[in-house]
């Protein structure tokens, strides 16, 4: 069961920040999760629309400019970073799960990926995710070949199949929503599970037992932990 860092190490830095995500790294993680907007053609990385709860700015970001939101504070004088900069910091030491947050987001973020490739990266280095399912489905059709995964949340009526549509290759469930049934119908559907998101060390352990594939995380340290071969 692999540890996916949520927005890095949230649980101990600031979220999607350069310092989070080195965080989550050090503890081990196999991935890290950050969250992507398109900002003048800039891929940004936040998880909120409103500017308020992660950093000292005000405002919607989409109202915003870009060279506003990187003056901005997001938690220990760290700035917003780049979808680049994340790379550059990750440097295929783990994984990097990227979730579209925003509209216009796909063409960027594939377009991202391939210059990456092109620098010796392989796909299995990314997942692009997202509960917005044409932005998803943007990114299969523009590049089969990168590896997606179908966030949801409840249980949408018809999940498998829409994932099979879509050719996710993961489906992201929430934690309350998951069970055994419902990891075992997804594996026979050749879909991995990656269950959003696993804090307590009974939910861990739990997730382990019935099959998750992967859980994301607050605090790296505690599914390590927990978790045993």
Same mark, same amino acid.
């Given at each position: 069961?692999?540890?996916?860092?949520?927005?890095?190490?949230?649980?101990?830095?600031?979220?999607?920040?350069?310092?989070?995500?080195?965080?989550?790294?050090?503890?081990?993680?196999?991935?890290?999760? +950050?969250?992507?907007?398109?900002?003048?053609?800039?891929?940004? #990385? +936040?998880?909120?629309?409103? &500017?308020?709860? !992660?950093?000292?700015?005000?405002?919607?970001?989409?109202?915003?400019?870009?060279?506003?939101?990187?003056?901005? @504070?997001?938690?220990?004088?760290?700035?917003?970073?780049?979808?680049?900069?994340? &790379?550059?910091?990750?440097?295929?030491?783990?994984?990097?799960?990227?979730?579209?947050?925003? *509209?216009?987001?796909?063409?960027?973020?594939?377009?991202?990926?391939?210059?990456?490739?092109?620098?010796? $990266?392989?796909?299995?280095?990314?997942?692009?995710?997202?509960?917005?399912?044409?932005?998803?489905?943007?990114?299969?059709?523009? *590049?089969?070949? /990168?590896?997606?995964?179908?966030?949801?949340?409840?249980?949408? $009526?018809?999940?498998?199949?829409?994932?099979?549509?879509?050719?996710?290759?993961?489906? +992201?469930?929430? &934690?309350?929503? #998951?069970?055994?049934?419902?990891?075992?119908?997804?594996?026979?559907?050749?879909?991995?599970? $990656?269950?959003?998101? #696993?804090?307590?060390?009974?939910?861990?352990?739990?997730?382990?037992? +019935?099959?998750? @594939?992967? /859980?994301?995380?607050?605090?790296?340290?505690?599914?390590?932990?927990?978790? !045993?071969?």
């Amino acid at each position: 069961m692999l540890c996916i860092g949520h927005r890095g190490a949230m649980g101990h830095e600031p979220e999607n920040t350069l310092l989070s995500i080195r965080a989550a790294i050090a503890l081990g993680v196999d991935a890290v999760e +950050i969250d992507v907007y398109n900002l003048e053609n800039n891929l940004v #990385v +936040i998880h909120d629309r409103d &500017l308020a709860r !992660t950093t000292n700015g005000i405002g919607y970001l989409e109202n915003r400019s870009f060279a506003y939101v990187r003056s901005l @504070d997001a938690g220990k004088g760290e700035q917003i970073p780049t979808l680049e900069e994340v &790379l550059e910091t990750v440097n295929r030491q783990v994984i990097v799960n990227i979730e579209l947050k925003g *509209s216009n987001t796909a063409k960027l973020v594939v377009d991202l990926i391939q210059t990456y490739i092109k620098m010796g $990266w392989s796909y299995s280095d990314f997942i692009v995710s997202s509960f917005n399912h044409d932005e998803l489905n943007q990114v299969k059709t523009i *590049s089969p070949e /990168i590896i997606t995964g179908m966030l949801i949340y409840g249980l949408p $009526w018809q999940y498998l199949p829409s994932a099979q549509q879509l050719q996710a290759d993961l489906i +992201i469930p929430h &934690l309350d929503y #998951v069970t055994s049934e419902l990891i075992e119908s997804a594996h026979q559907q050749g879909l991995r599970v $990656w269950i959003y998101t #696993v804090n307590q060390p009974d939910d861990i352990k739990l997730m382990q037992a +019935i099959g998750a @594939d992967g /859980i994301f995380t607050n605090y790296p340290e505690k599914v390590i932990s927990n978790c !045993t071969d």
